[in-house]
T-cell receptor
Framework: DTGVSQNPRHKITKRGQNVTFRCDPISEHNRLYWYRQTLGQGPEFLTYFQNEAQLEKSRLLSDRFSAERPKGSFSTLEIQRTEQGDSAMYLC?????????????FGPGTRLLVL | AQTVTQSQPEMSVQEAETVTLSCTYDTSESDYYLFWYKQPPSRQMILVIRQEAYKQQNATENRFSVNFQKAAKSFSLKISDSQLGDAAMYFCAYRTGNEKLTFGTGTRLTIIP
């Protein structure tokens, strides 16, 4: 088990372009979370999945953002028509609801820069 | 809404000394979990320690311990025998049930050799 992985690690794009990030959780984890972290701030929740079902979305997740977890394994986060304000680190975390110690384990993040 | 406040943007400590990072939170829930996460310069978030609100005993993990004051809604982290590898951003976080984490704004800890 290599932990949570995210790709790409860095992405530079021009305003108005679409970008897609991928997260591969720890293999036995059924919950997957997306967070956004801007410079000097703590991570802010965006959305989470239990298996393939998207259970909650933050108001931060505008209609330009969409997340999927089609087979309950990896997840993608797409941002359409990117804006400069979307520049941030996008973090993925996973956890298991088996047992009582449900701890979220984080990936290394994808740093997005919108020019 | 739940909020988490870390009032110390930066802290520094001499190597081998002890430092305490502060965290307060606001909630109307009675059952919740509190966490300290460490984010080194490489930026991967690592769990340091967790505390269940129903437990009166303070959690301890090697050199890391917490002072959990439920009535005061305070959750501080004590790092003993500080090491150079402890240098990082430290985030306090709160969670109810099996849901999202709410983070504070973080404390940047510097270790002075």
């Amino acid at each position: 088990d290599t932990g949570v992985s995210q790709n790409p690690r860095h992405k530079i794009t021009k305003r108005g372009q679409n970008v897609t990030f991928r997260c591969d959780p720890i293999s036995e984890h059924n919950r997957l979370y997306w967070y956004r972290q801007t410079l000097g701030q703590g991570p802010e929740f965006l959305t989470y999945f239990q298996n393939e079902a998207q259970l909650e979305k933050s108001r931060l997740l505008s209609d330009r953002f969409s997340a999927e977890r089609p087979k309950g394994s990896f997840s993608t986060l797409e941002i359409q028509r990117t804006e400069q304000g979307d520049s941030a680190m996008y973090l993925c975390a996973s956890s298991s609801t088996q047992g009582y110690q449900e701890t979220q384990y984080f990936g290394p993040g994808t740093r997005l820069l919108v020019l | 809404a739940q909020t988490v406040t870390q009032s110390q943007p930066e802290m520094s400590v001499q190597e081998a000394e002890t430092v305490t990072l502060s965290c307060t939170y606001d909630t109307s829930e009675s059952d919740y979990y509190l966490f300290w996460y460490k984010q080194p310069p490489s930026r991967q978030m690592i769990l340091v320690i967790r505390q269940e609100a129903y437990k009166q005993q303070n959690a301890t993990e090697n050199r890391f311990s917490v002072n959990f004051q439920k009535a005061a809604k305070s959750f501080s982290l004590k790092i003993s025998d500080s090491q150079l590898g402890d240098a990082a951003m430290y985030f306090c976080a709160y969670r109810t049930g099996n849901e999202k984490l709410t983070f504070g704004t973080g404390t940047r800890l510097t270790i002075i050799p």
